[in-house]
């Protein structure tokens, strides 16, 4: 195939086009307490594609290493599922359409931080509608006994807050004693972004939602000269017509741009563009500073199914990046209905591509970078 040289394209606003990929960003996790102060969570989501509902699969989380994330037994947890207010703003109207409640007693050798919450009742969510999974703590003590909601944090948050969700679809929303109206989840002053993790599962099978759990800033790896990471995947569901790319990641050094290929498995070259001349160098390791590289093809370009191909992050030796990837919770109990099911991130390593390492373990295949093709669906 030709070479194609990938030009610059803009993320219009309010108009949420058609992607391939993960198509999310972080720079770390953030739990909201549940009781302290009386706090409340709601997770708004876009029934999509609506049906019965058969429950949901929340990150809740506690440590018995760390401050901050419970105390005491836990308290109680209550879980509703409530109809949208109808507003503008899309708040929850209070209506209870299915109920869970449920008094924990957590210990030290428990770590069932994704359960599948059934409720009292299955309602049939209607496709396009606007629902919110509220959570709360009645417990009677739940200053001193309590456990948080983990979401996924932005240092800054983009608009949208995450580019291929409408900031209606998918978002975090709070509550408490001193602010009872419900607002966006975010520390006051600040533009910072939350995403839930949560999976919305249907009795017919299907699901919708956010599946991963950890964001591996501390395992960034360095692209320049060299070393260079990548997503190699293999397509399934049909042709992919990708008419452009988007990758996020952070300068380290330099002022060149970043190299954007999409190569075979066999390392041939399909297109190549580069971008990122305007992000400033940041410190490795620093929360934030990280920024979206995009470019488009002039023509789309077809990929079938059953090819595999690798998208390539590179970089000349005097302008240095970095890049880390999102993992994929499907062995916690979410499905593929919430991570990219079709690659996972590698990097190279003495010239050969591996797969991330993290935690010890390296040549691992449950991770994604922050990525998305834009599809021509013409």
């Known amino acids: 195939m030709k070479n194609l040289l990938l030009l610059a394209f803009p993320l219009l606003l309010g108009a949420q086009p058609a992607t391939y990929g993960p198509g999310l960003q972080g720079d770390s996790l953030a739990n909201t307490t549940l009781g302290p102060s009386g706090n409340e969570v709601s ?7 609506g049906g019965t509902l058969r429950g949901i699969r929340p ?27 109808g507003s503008t ?41 606007f629902y919110h999974v509220v959570f709360s703590n009645p417990h009677p003590l739940g200053e001193e006994n309590f456990v948080s909601v983990n979401a996924i944090f932005s240092k800054v948050a983009d608009r949208p807050r995450q ?29 910072e972004g939350f995403t839930p993790i949560m999976e919305v599962s249907y009795a017919q ?47 380290l050094s330099g002022a060149g741009p970043l190299a954007l290929r999409l190569e075979t498995a066999a390392g041939k070259l ?10 400033a160098a940041t410190p490795s390791g620093s929360l934030g500073g990280c920024g979206w590289v995009r470019a488009a093809f002039p023509a789309p ?19 240095r990046f970095e890049a880390f990837p999102l993992r994929k919770g499907t062995d916690k109990g979410f499905t593929n209905a919430t991570v990219f099911g079709d690659g996972h991130a590698e990097f190279t390593k003495d010239g050969t591509w591996v797969g991330w390492e993290q935690w010890g373990k390296g040549g691992r295949t449950d991770s994604d970078l922050q990525f998305y093709f834009e599809l021509n669906v013409k």
């Open 205 to 251: 099978g299907a699901g919708q939602g956010v599946g991963y759990m950890e964001i591996w800033m501390g395992a960034a790896r360095p692209i320049g000269g060299a070393s260079r990471v990548g997503e190699l995947f293999t397509v399934r569901g049909g042709p992919k017509r990708i008419a452009g790319v988007a990758v996020r990641v952070r300068r």
């Open 43 to 49: 997770c708004r989501f876009r029934a999509e594609p």
């Open 89 to 129: 703003a899309h708040l929850p109207s209070g209506q209870a359409l299915a109920t869970s409640v449920q008094r924990l007693y957590i210990v030290p050798a428990s770590d069932q931080f994704y359960p599948l919450i059934t409720f009292d009742r299955n309602p049939a969510l209607t496709r396009g509608a």
């Open 270 to 279: 399909l297109a190549e563009g580069r971008g990122g001349e305007d992000l």
């Open 163 to 191: 580019p291929t969700r409408g900031d209606d679809d998918w978002a975090m929303l709070f509550r408490n004693k001193l602010h009872p109206a419900w607002t966006l989840r975010r520390t006051p002053g600040t533009g």
């Open 59 to 85: 990150f809740i989380i506690w440590s018995f290493r760390k401050a901050g994330y419970h105390g005491g037994t836990g308290g109680m947890l209550k879980v509703e599922l409530q109809a949208d207010d």
């Open 301 to 319: 370009i077809t990929l079938d199914p059953g090819q595999t191909c690798r998208l390539v992050l590179a970089a000349a030796e005097d302008s």
